[in-house]
């Protein structure tokens, strides 16, 4: 295991080769994410290393943050992560699917850097926990809709903000959601190499953003 430093971030974190690295979509993320300045719960999916929660936590210091990962390893070294970084006791770390075992849910917002890739023949051959880092299902993006009906039928007030890759998923794919009652707005979109990335941001219950 080898300790980074991200200076732009003043962050240090230890990330095992089984952890999804800080990249593009994490940093596109972090950049973007403009969060109300009051803010008190934040819950994280798939935390990875815990990059985001953890910066979030060094400026938002009276919010508390729920951080979960399907990954034992990830889970861990996020518990750790937040050691080293001192927000140890903003963030509550628990290994889980999604929020699957929250019984009562009552974030402001919520957030997921998802894995969004499809699965096609060369993902299927991946080692299972470099699959859960990329791929969302056959259509790349199914993991993270099923999420969204979940937070819809639930009733809670909240925002969830999340990435799409226009490898998997175009602006006709709005439809097939906001045919469900779901409000959604890409919030900022960025051209890579071979693909963009969407920043969308769906708005549940009263949320009035
Ligand atoms: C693209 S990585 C993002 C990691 C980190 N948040 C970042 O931005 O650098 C996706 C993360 O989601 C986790 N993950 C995948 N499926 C999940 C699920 N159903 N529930 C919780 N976490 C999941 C993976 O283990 C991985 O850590």
Known sequence: MVRYNFPEYK???????????????????????HLNENIKSVYEIGGGSGIISIFLAKNFEKASFLVSDISLTA???????CKLNEVD??????????????????????????????????????????KLMLTGGKRGYEEIYDLIIYLQS???????????????????????ISEKGVHLEIIKELKLFFEKLYLVRFDFGEYDG
């Open 75 to 81: 889970t861990k070294m996020i518990q750790s992560n």
């Open 154 to 176: 639930s009733k809670v007030n909240t925002s969830l903000y999340t990435i799409f890759s226009s490898i998997a998923w175009d602006e006709d794919n709005f439809e097939e």
């Open 11 to 33: 962050l240090e974190l230890d990330i095992p080769e089984e952890v999804y690295f800080p990249a593009e979509d994490t940093f596109f993320l972090i950049r973007n994410l």
């Open 89 to 130: 006791s903003q963030i509550d770390v628990i290994c889980m699917d999604k929020l699957n075992a929250i019984r009562y849910l009552s974030p402001d917002v919520i957030i997921w850097n998802p894995p969004y890739l499809p699965e096609d023949t060369e993902t299927k051959k991946l080692p299972i926990a470099d």
